[in-house]
């Protein structure tokens, strides 16, 4: 499955973005989706994920500001981030990460850009 992400851009602290991350194909089976960050200089880290179940977790630094949200008629993943902070400012990742039987299938999308001045 190949993964497109967008709407990231450059926002005042304390503002709103909605990312989306368009699948190639249908998402309604696959296991989990995730957004991931990566900031200049550290590691890529979860940020949140949604199963198939629409069941979701949360990294701490996320927890009562990001929203992840799964359409899958539109093979879609949204990450709905409010009250945004400086040290959200990374380039985010969407991510698949799939079964077939028992091999395990992960795929990457291309990162989008999220700014966030103080």
């Known amino acids: 499955v190949q993964l497109q992400a967008f709407g990231g851009g450059l926002v005042q602290a304390g503002g709103s973005l909605r990312l989306s991350c368009a699948a190639s194909?249908?998402?309604?089976?696959?296991?989990?989706m995730s957004w991931y960050r990566q900031a200049p200089g550290k590691q890529r880290e979860v940020v949140a994920a949604?199963?198939?179940?629409?069941?979701?977790d949360y990294a701490d630094s996320a927890k009562g500001r990001f929203t992840i949200s799964r359409e899958n008629a539109k093979n879609t993943v949204y990450l709905e981030m409010n009250n945004l902070k400086p040290e959200d400012t990374a380039v985010y990742y969407c991510?698949?990460?799939?079964?077939?039987?028992?091999?395990?299938?992960?795929?990457w999308g291309q990162g989008t850009q999220v700014t966030v001045s103080s």
């Open positions: 194909r249908s998402i309604f089976s696959i296991n989990v």
């Open positions: 949604i199963g198939s179940s629409g069941s979701t």
């Open positions: 991510n698949a990460l799939d079964r077939d039987g028992s091999t395990w299938f992960n795929y």
